[in-house]
């Protein structure tokens, strides 16, 4: 794979560099509408369950608070030393579970949890027991041996004890940030994380019997070099976690205010950029991990290769995900719930969040109900993000179009991208090759019928990163 870098030649990459959507959703959530409320969410629920077609749920809890501020972070989070501020939070979370749980009757089994912030592990150990528990007494968990229930931690906040009652607790798969384990390059983005802390956390995580572990890194940071992400790399794999993710780094200082404390005369060259992407790729594909796409790396027998290979593998709003289309309930402040094809996204502020619940309602701030066009799309997208192919007889007979003709204006933006060598477009078949996967996001904006219309704020398009 390292090779197909090379590949890109320095024109390609200036046509092909553009801001563009993640699609952890199709619309993308840009495309939310404060019109949407959460009487809209509540009868979207309604309708599913009254359908008798609910799948197993997947369940996310956003933890807004943070101990420090990393210069680099863009989540929506909360930069604290004031813990009765959780407590707090924890009583209103509590309460749109409550709500949440109703809105599903019977049909609350869950086979998939995740949290995420912000610093889940900011809450104490008893403040997470005591959510587990609750959320156990509003939802049916399936067992451990079949959920998948995934936490994220700071190597900072815990310590062996602490990894080893997340798993008591329930937790079997732990994420963990580390970012970069260059001295210089954590000083810059003023996460100060000592190797230590990590491979203790990796020990301790093996030792309480997880079933996978993960590290997420992030290139394009300052000071960061070929050299140093050698460095990080080499320790990384050495450590062996199942899953790697390897983010790229999007500076947007007019949007997240925490990045106007990077010195920008220290970030990398793009041409860096792209030479570090290529060491990640060379380097984790050559220690035995399979490239599933974008930014995430898995050993061949984590369930997420293994889904990948199984073509159940999903993008959600946690990247990528091995249930299938699953219905997701998001609990907590900026939190995205999507079911049956309507996505309803929390207020982003505790005070609004709060007010909504001490008024009895469901913190819903925007969101959307999609279109049958929206489905056709999102599906498109989601096959070829996920399995970088699209059987085209199979999908007219599922969705009953004609390929050809339904997608008639962006055939010619397909064409383009096969001579350019991303994908080959047959009648058969829309295949994605090595170098297109690289830049599987410019093939996925083909189909985004929403792109480019005008009622986009142009503030909106902000919230982009460059797609290379």
Known sequence: MAAITNELTADLIAKM??????YTSY??????SGQFCA???????RRVVAAGCMRPLSLYLHIPF???????CGCNKII???????????G???REVDMQAALFGAHKRVEQLHFGGGTPTYLSDQQMGGLMDYLRTRFDFAPDSVGEYSIEIDPRTVDAERIHSLRRQGFNRLSLGVQDFDEEVQKAVNRIQPEALTLNAIAAGRAAGYRSISIDLIYGLPKQSVATMTQTLDKVIAASPDRISVYNYAHMPSLFKSQRLIDEDELPAPQVKLDMLALCIEKLTGAGYVYIGMDHFARPDDELAIAQREGGLQRNFQGYSTHAEAD???CGVSAISAVGGSFAQNEK???RYYAALDRGELPVARGLSSTPDDFVRRAVIQRLMCDFTLDVPAFEREHGIDFGGYFANEIPKLREFEADGLLALADSAVKVTDRGRLLIRNVAMAFDAYLGKPNLVPLQRMQYSLTI
Not at 17 to 22: A, L, T, V
Not at 80 to 90: G, P, Q, V
């Open 80 to 90: 604290t030393n004031n813990r009765s501020k959780a407590e707090i939070y924890l």
């Open 39 to 45: 009487t809209d969410y509540m009868d979207a629920v």
């Open 66 to 72: 943070c101990q420090s501020l990393c210069y680099y």
């Open 328 to 330: 997701m309930v998001s």
């Open 349 to 351: 502020s505790l005070e």
């Open 92 to 94: 209103y979370l509590k």
């Open 17 to 22: 560099s553009q801001h563009g959507p993640r």
């Open 27 to 32: 619309p993308t959530a840009d495309r939310f």
